[in-house]
C-alpha cells in the first residue's frame, strides 16, 4: 500500500522560509517521479513539482522558480521541498505525491499523503 506523510508545515511571516519533507513507503519509491502540489481554500489545485530526478529541473510554477527547491533522498525514501522567500500567495495545504503526464501531456497526480500546511502572513 503506498503511504506518503508529509510534515513541515506551519506558520512563518512572508520572507521566511520553510522546508517540507514526505516519507514514502510501500512501493519502490526509486523507480516513481515524485513531486508536490499545493491546494488554498476556494481555489484549484497547483502542481509545484514533478521530477524523477534530483536536480531540482522539476519546478513547475513559474511562481516559485528561484524560491523553492525540491530534491529528493532515494536512499530514505524520502522527498523535500526547500521554500525560502516566502509570500502570502503561498499559503495552501501542500501535498507530496507520485506524478507523471498522462497521453495528453497533462500533469497527474496518482497518490498523495494528508498534506501539510503553510500558512505565510504577511
Known amino acids: 500500500e503506498v503511504q506518503l506523510v508529509e510534515s513541515g508545515g506551519g506558520l512563518v511571516q512572508a520572507g521566511g522560509s520553510l522546508r517540507l519533507s514526505c516519507a514514502a513507503s510501500?512501493?519502490?519509491?526509486?523507480?516513481?517521479?515524485m513531486g508536490w502540489f499545493r491546494q488554498a481554500p476556494g481555489k484549484e489545485r497547483e502542481g509545484v513539482s514533478c521530477?524523477?530526478?534530483?536536480?531540482?529541473?522539476?519546478l513547475l510554477l513559474p511562481s516559485v522558480k528561484g524560491r523553492f527547491a525540491a530534491s529528493r533522498d532515494n536512499g530514505k525514501n524520502a522527498l523535500y521541498l526547500q521554500m525560502d522567500n516566502l509570500k502570502p500567495e503561498d499559503t495552501a495545504l501542500y501535498y507530496c505525491?507520485?506524478?507523471?503526464?498522462?497521453?495528453?501531456?497533462?500533469?497527474?497526480?496518482?497518490?498523495w499523503g494528508q498534506g501539510t500546511q503553510v500558512t505565510v502572513s504577511s
Open positions: 505525491a507520485t506524478c507523471g503526464w498522462d497521453d495528453k501531456n497533462e500533469l497527474v497526480f496518482d497518490h
Open positions: 521530477s524523477a530526478g534530483n536536480d531540482g529541473s522539476g
Open positions: 510501500g512501493f519502490s519509491f526509486a523507480d516513481y517521479a
